[in-house]
T-cell receptor, first 114, second 115 residues
Framework: AQSVTQLDSQVPVFEEAPVELRCNYS??????LFWYVQYPNQGLQLLLK??????LVESINGFEAEFNKSQTSFHLRKPSVHISDTAEYFC????????????FGTGTRLKVLA | DTEVTQTPKHLVMGMTNKKSLKCEQH?????MYWYKQKAKKPPELMFV???????INESVPSRFSPECPNSSLLNLHLHALQPEDSALYLC??????????????FGPGTRLTVL
């Protein structure tokens, strides 16, 4: 069965430090990859996505993620975090084109410390 | 308009009540979804509607009854719920699956508490 692994359940980091949130997926075929952010008591907001093309994708608020097919990874990075980045981050995969269902990772709680 | 709206924001109900959750989108999406999310967990898919027809039911108990009256609206009717059904209920919408990908747009959710 397809799966998405977010190994880190919690990542504490000091403000203005860099951060990497890890996501690995199991799939032998082309996939679509997403990172969503969820602030407390809110819905999920799309942060960035990889469908095809350039393997490095960027969001408007300074996050980036790189699709690495050989390592089946889609890690999320930010060079300098802010207190406001404190949230839950979910990696999600559509394992093959034509399907409705996301496979979600278990989530990583990013806590930015002052 | 890239927003999915959900009402109510919060709902408290007893185990014998009947209530409904509502979801609306005006992005022209033809796929709509209901998810249940427990604390510190990822969303769990409950139902998918495609062209206003139920496409996927993830073996959800019959006390949850979805309805899609038109392409913009999605309801979730609740009856005889159990305390363990307390959760955040999320609605989402997307384009139909295809080569362009079908990213889902989520609403803010309804926080449901069953007493």
């Amino acid at each position: 069965a397809q799966s998405v692994t977010q190994l880190d359940s919690q990542v504490p980091v000091f403000e203005e430090a860099p951060v990497e949130l890890r996501c690995n997926y199991s799939s032998s075929v082309s996939v679509y990859l997403f990172w969503y952010v969820q602030y407390p008591n809110q819905g999920l907001q799309l942060l960035l996505k990889y469908l095809s093309g350039s393997t490095l994708v960027e969001s408007i608020n300074g996050f980036e993620a790189e699709f690495n097919k050989s390592q089946t990874s889609f890690h999320l990075r930010k060079p300098s975090v802010h207190i406001s980045d404190t949230a839950e981050y979910f990696c999600a995969v559509i394992p093959k084109p034509g399907t409705y269902k996301y496979i979600f990772g278990t989530g990583t709680r990013l806590k930015v410390l002052a | 308009d890239t927003e999915v709206t959900q009402t109510p924001k919060h709902l408290v109900m007893g185990m014998t009540n009947k209530k409904s959750l509502k979801c609306e989108q005006h992005m022209g999406h033809r796929a709509m979804y209901w998810y249940k999310q427990k604390a510190k967990k990822p969303p769990e898919l409950m139902f998918v509607y495609s062209y206003e027809k139920l496409s996927i039911n993830e073996s959800v108990p019959s006390r949850f009854s979805p309805e899609c009256p038109n392409s913009s609206l999605l309801n979730l009717h609740l009856h005889a719920l159990q305390p363990e059904d307390s959760a955040l209920y999320l609605c989402a919408s997307s384009q139909l699956p295809g080569p362009g990908g079908n990213e889902q747009f989520f609403g803010p959710g309804t926080r449901l508490t069953v007493l």
